[in-house]
């Protein structure tokens, strides 16, 4: 049996196991997580998600303007 995946960026069905582009792997906080995939002409339009970035600037601004 072949597994199925679900396009990142067009939430479309990959049903070509060709054209199925592994992009990264997303840790989960219980359990294995999961591979992330797109079809091949959408493997350049997907970007990875930036919460932990905004987060992160949240926070170093907060810091910042506390004075501490």
């Given at each position: ?32 997580g ?13 970007k ?21």
């Amino acid at each position: 049996m072949t597994a199925l995946h679900v396009c990142r960026h067009c939430d479309g069905l990959i049903t070509d196991p060709e054209d199925a582009v592994f992009l990264w792997h997303e840790p989960a906080m219980s359990g294995p997580g999961w591979d992330v995939y797109a079809h091949r002409e959408h493997a350049h339009l997907v970007k990875p998600d930036d919460t932990a970035e905004r987060l992160l600037a949240r926070i170093l601004i907060t810091r910042a303007l506390s004075g501490d």
